[in-house]
């Protein structure tokens, strides 16, 4: 195994509702950071380091994810115009007290809109 060091997350999976949603958010987002995309197989795909799959993939254990917060970066409103909802402008949250103020992550939630 390779460590990469600056990378404490090696992988995210997601198990949504509705893949075709979440895909169209994640692959928007993705190439507003010239991420390229990672690929895809029956009932999932992947962005770096980042799968989704769907509640019937091989994949998954056949639940939906629960309530999860992580944070993207964005460079525009891409994430935003392929079905996330805007959350406000970058910043602390109650429920996310750690955040550093002004924060350049996205403030677009994809698990209530696209999941």
């Not at 997601?14 to 958010?25: Q, Y």
């Not at 805007?86 to 924060?103: H, I, K, Q």
Request: a positive charge.
């Amino acid at each position: 195994m390779e460590l990469h060091r600056g990378r404490f997350l090696d992988h995210l999976q997601l198990v949504v509702k509705d893949l075709a949603a979440s895909k169209r958010f994640y692959e928007a987002v993705a190439k507003s950071l010239d991420v390229p995309w990672g690929g895809e197989g029956p009932g999932f795909f992947y962005i770096d380091e980042l799968c989704v799959s769907s509640v019937d993939s091989p994949a998954s254990a056949g639940k939906v994810t629960g309530r999860t917060h992580f944070a993207l970066q964005a460079k525009d409103k891409a994430g935003l115009e392929a079905g996330g909802k805007d959350n406000g402008a970058p910043g602390p949250r109650p429920s996310t007290a750690t955040r550093e103020p002004g924060s350049p992550a996205a403030s677009a939630c994809a698990a209530r809109r696209a999941a």
